[in-house]
């Protein structure tokens, strides 16, 4: 009797700790502006004996850039089967405020940058409770625009007419005696 609930137990916990895999999603074309970038190294995470799925074994977690997109648009990739109307509530297609990426890039090195416009064909995500994997099939990207103030060309006079000129006349005095507050008519 011992072995069979035994047994019963055994079976009961082999069903609990199945592997939860993340619902299929279908690969996305993603287009935005990156407002916040960081670049997160390899790193490897300890297997918890006893799980199932890629959380009972040690995984890899490749080198990747964790981008924050803003002025997104987010549509189902070429190829891919539309999801149903209420098939998939959490996956949110059409034009969005902000939307999170993480892509695979082996090295810091510049390749993305703040303020680039980029878009992310084949943005697919898999994975279980042990994690979430990314891949995509290409990125086209938009250089950041350069701010004028790096730009070491000396001035156009041509646009010197059209700068404002402050002239160099001094502003009201304070009163004797008294705050600056309180300036002279």
């Not at 250089?143 to 156009?156: L, V, Y």
Request: net charge negative; charged share 25%; glycine share 10%.
């Amino acid at each position: 009797m011992k072995r069979f609930l035994l047994l019963i137990f055994m079976l009961s916990l082999a069903i609990l700790l199945k592997a939860s895999p993340m619902a299929p999603q279908p690969e996305l074309d993603v287009e935005g502006l990156i407002a916040v970038i960081e670049w997160v190294p390899e790193r490897t995470e300890k297997g918890v004996w006893g799980m199932s799925g890629s959380l009972g074994g040690d995984r890899t977690f490749p080198a990747h850039y964790f981008v924050e997109l803003v002025d997104c648009n987010v549509a189902v990739a070429d190829g891919e089967i539309e999801p149903a109307d209420g098939s998939m509530p959490w996956l949110k297609l059409g034009k969005q405020e902000k939307y999170s990426v993480s892509l695979n890039h082996p090295a810091d090195d510049g390749f993305l940058k703040r303020g680039m416009r980029i878009k992310i064909s084949g943005y697919h995500t898999s994975g279980d409770e042990g994690g979430i994997w990314t891949t995509f099939r290409a990125i086209t990207r938009e250089d950041a625009p350069t701010c004028p103030c790096e730009n070491t060309e000396e001035p156009n006079s041509a646009l010197d007419d059209d700068v404002l000129a402050v002239p160099d006349t001094p502003g009201p005095e304070p009163l004797e005696g008294s705050s600056s507050l309180d300036l002279q008519p």
